[in-house]
């Protein structure tokens, strides 16, 4: 291998990145992954499972809140640290306490007190990824980007495996609490590698000329025609909705056909993570050499097709070669749709507004996410699994569809100047 792609993956910028994936990746897995299967495992009704999505809802919504994070420093702390590490820094005074305060409940005794926790976690976690997103939009240059992206994602993905593997594999020798109490340290961990290896002179306030905190959305506005807005939006909100539906529903799915929890985590935590890993690479390469309107077309076919694969693990049951099969399908293609999407979304950002507008335009999506796939347990319970999946694949159908007509009539100018 090359020793100057080995420098450049191994520098200190990429290596924060790759750190603050893990942090970002850590909140959601535990919240859409690890909390569904610990629901699940308590007898919770599959329908009420399903509400738990509305928990999510913050990172839909973040971008209300992402101007005041671009526009306000934080007493104190952004005098040595700067201002997006100052910002992760104090978001961590209060997501550990919320995190440890999750694994001290009990399902059964306290289902709408953890819905509150997890929603604060969820606010909480949401807040962190408006800093880490702008924060590695800024740090690299337009040609790093994608190199960015595939770091990011790894970093995420293996947070994925700490809080879904990691904790269910601790579950077997610890109590939940102890198990989140562990997961808190290793996150604090974390943190303080992060504002040790980026240089702070280069990490400070940069968003002081604003005038106001509606001014990114302006920004954004003015720059596109409405047309042209209206169609990133549509296509934002439906390129991943079936991918979303129908990963909702995966883990009580698993559970629910007969799987155990060590069975879920090599296969979903372990073999799925590492597959998404390839497929976020895989998809870096597609952007660089084929371009990220096709890459999107490419991953959206394989993310409709993927959906079939948990049909046929319903039809032949507990058989752990089969689920082999669908994390496989499911989650590469995910990865590969993830790389493109991401890269997507960040050239589509000006770099004087990353947090706000990142926050707005991936905002986008996460409603699917969030409100529209709530109702999915309902759904399983009224035409059962198989339909469920089957209306799962038809709903990324219209992503592919407007992306078609979008690379065809209408391509999008991408702006990436600051």
């Given at each position: 291998?090359?020793?100057?792609?080995?420098?450049?993956?191994?520098?200190?910028?990429?290596?924060?990145?790759?750190?603050?994936?893990?942090?970002?990746?850590?909140?959601?897995?535990?919240?859409?992954?690890?909390?569904?299967?610990?629901?699940?495992?308590?007898?919770?009704?599959?329908?009420?499972?399903?509400?738990?999505?509305?928990?999510?809802?913050?990172?839909?919504?973040?971008?209300?809140?992402?101007?005041?994070?671009?526009?306000?420093?934080?007493?104190?702390?952004?005098?040595?640290?700067?201002?997006?590490?100052?910002?992760?820094?104090?978001?961590?005074?209060?997501?550990?306490?919320?995190?440890?305060?999750?694994?001290?409940?009990?399902?059964?005794?306290?289902?709408?007190?953890?819905?509150?926790?997890?929603?604060?976690?969820?606010?909480?976690?949401?807040?962190?990824?408006?800093?880490?997103?702008?924060?590695?939009?800024?740090?690299?240059?337009?040609?790093?980007?994608?190199?960015?992206?595939?770091?990011?994602?790894?970093?995420?993905?293996?947070?994925?495996?700490?809080?879904?593997?990691?904790?269910?594999?601790?579950?077997?020798?610890?109590?939940?609490?102890?198990?989140?109490?562990?997961?808190?340290?290793?996150?604090?961990?974390?943190?303080?590698?992060?504002?040790?290896?980026?240089?702070?002179?280069?990490?400070?306030?940069?968003?002081?000329?604003?005038?106001?905190?509606?001014?990114?959305?302006?920004?954004?506005?003015?720059?596109?025609?409405?047309?042209?807005?209206?169609?990133?939006?549509?296509?934002?909100?439906?390129?991943?909705?079936?991918?979303?539906?129908?990963?909702?529903?995966?883990?009580?799915?698993?559970?629910?056909?007969?799987?155990?929890?060590?069975?879920?985590?090599?296969?979903?935590?372990?073999?799925?993570?590492?597959?998404?890993?390839?497929?976020?690479?895989?998809?870096?390469?597609?952007?660089?050499?084929?371009?990220?309107?096709?890459?999107?077309?490419?991953?959206?076919?394989?993310?409709?097709?993927?959906?079939?694969?948990?049909?046929?693990?319903?039809?032949?049951?507990?058989?752990?070669?089969?689920?082999?099969?669908?994390?496989?399908?499911?989650?590469?293609?995910?990865?590969?749709?993830?790389?493109?999407?991401?890269?997507?979304?960040?050239?589509?950002?000006?770099?004087?507004y990353t947090g706000t507008q990142y926050a707005l335009l991936s905002s986008i999506m996460?409603?699917?996410?969030?409100?529209?796939?709530?109702?999915?347990?309902?759904?399983?319970?009224?035409?059962?699994?198989?339909?469920?999946?089957?209306?799962?694949?038809?709903?990324?159908?219209?992503?592919?569809?407007?992306?078609?007509?979008?690379?065809?009539?209408?391509?999008?100018?991408?702006?990436?100047?600051?």
């Amino acid at each position: 291998m090359n020793i100057n792609i080995l420098k450049f993956y191994f520098s200190k910028k990429l290596i924060s990145i790759f750190l603050m994936g893990i942090l970002s990746g850590i909140p959601l897995y535990l919240i859409l992954s690890t909390l569904f299967i610990w629901l699940t495992r308590e007898n919770i009704d599959i329908s009420t499972i399903g509400l738990f999505a509305l928990t999510s809802i913050p990172w839909s919504i973040k971008f209300l809140w992402s101007p005041f994070l671009d526009k306000y420093n934080v007493i104190f702390l952004n005098n040595y640290l700067g201002h997006r590490k100052s910002w992760l820094l104090l978001i961590q005074f209060f997501l550990i306490p919320s995190l440890l305060f999750l694994g001290y409940l009990e399902p059964n005794e306290d289902l709408l007190i953890i819905a509150i926790i997890a929603l604060l976690i969820s606010f909480l976690s949401a807040s962190q990824d408006i800093v880490i997103d702008a924060f590695r939009i800024e740090m690299l240059d337009e040609k790093s980007q994608g190199a960015g992206v595939a770091m990011t994602q790894l970093g995420y993905r293996f947070g994925g495996i700490i809080s879904g593997a990691g904790t269910l594999y601790l579950k077997e020798i610890m109590t939940w609490f102890e198990v989140f109490f562990t997961l808190s340290i290793f996150i604090m961990s974390v943190v303080f590698l992060v504002i040790f290896l980026i240089n702070t002179k280069k990490s400070k306030q940069v968003y002081n000329h604003n005038k106001s905190i509606l001014e990114p959305f302006k920004e954004f506005i003015f720059r596109n025609s409405f047309s042209k807005i209206i169609l990133i939006l549509s296509f934002i909100f439906f390129f991943k909705f079936g991918d979303v539906v129908a990963g909702v529903m995966a883990n009580p799915f698993y559970v629910k056909i007969g799987f155990s929890n060590l069975e879920i985590a090599n296969a979903s935590k372990i073999f799925g993570v590492v597959m998404t890993v390839l497929g976020v690479f895989f998809g870096g390469y597609l952007v660089k050499t084929k371009g990220i309107l096709n890459a999107l077309i490419y991953s959206g076919f394989l993310q409709i097709i993927s959906n079939l694969l948990y049909i046929l693990l319903y039809k032949v049951g507990a058989e752990f070669n089969y689920l082999i099969l669908t994390i496989a399908g499911e989650n590469f293609s995910g990865g590969l749709g993830s790389a493109a999407f991401v890269a997507y979304l960040s050239v589509l950002c000006n770099k004087k507004y990353t947090g706000t507008q990142y926050a707005l335009l991936s905002s986008i999506m996460g409603i699917a996410r969030t409100v529209l796939s709530s109702p999915a347990g309902f759904l399983v319970e009224f035409v059962g699994w198989g339909y469920f999946f089957l209306i799962s694949t038809f709903l990324g159908i219209p992503g592919l569809l407007i992306l078609f007509w979008m690379k065809s009539n209408f391509p999008i100018n991408i702006q990436t100047k600051s």
